[in-house]
């Protein structure tokens, strides 16, 4: 029946997406207080939902720190790298070598996009 396949489907569409947890890092504009941080101009902070994760002056510092708390709470197989403009192929694939290195039996891997807003969102599956 079409309609049964069709329902099935789309609900095996929400069971995966219910199962992908996101975060992302971005550069700060300006000084900005967010709850009880403090985020300074050109400071990296990972952001998840409305929660912040972890700042610093240091992308790698930020996303590794992020990376490790994300794999440390949850059950995950795959962190896919979604970066921006400003993250060039060769710096996102040393960003997945890092988090390789991490010791979580996770398979990692980089896509690159054209959005502008994030310096790199990361996805756990």
């Given at each position: 029946d079409f309609d049964s396949d069709t329902q099935s489907a789309l609900d095996q569409i929400e069971e995966t997406i219910s199962n992908i947890y996101q975060l992302s890092i971005y550069r700060s504009?300006?000084?900005?207080?967010?709850?009880?941080?403090?985020?300074?101009?050109?400071?990296?902070?990972?952001?998840?939902?409305?929660?912040?994760?972890?700042?610093?002056?240091?992308?790698?510092?930020?996303?590794?720190?992020?990376?490790?708390?994300?794999l440390e709470q949850g059950e995950y197989y795959v962190v896919t790298l979604f970066f921006g403009k400003n993250i060039p192929a060769e710096?996102?694939?040393?960003?997945?070598?890092?988090?390789s290195e991490l010791g979580f039996d996770v398979e990692v891997c980089s896509v690159s996009t054209f959005e502008t807003s994030y310096e790199l969102t990361i996805n756990f599956e």
């Open positions: 504009s300006a000084d900005k207080k967010y709850g009880s941080k403090t985020i300074r101009e050109n400071d990296y902070f990972a952001l998840s939902g409305k929660k912040i994760l972890s700042v610093g002056e240091d992308i790698d510092t930020v996303m590794k720190g992020s990376v490790t708390k994300t710096r996102a694939e040393a960003f997945c070598d890092k988090i």
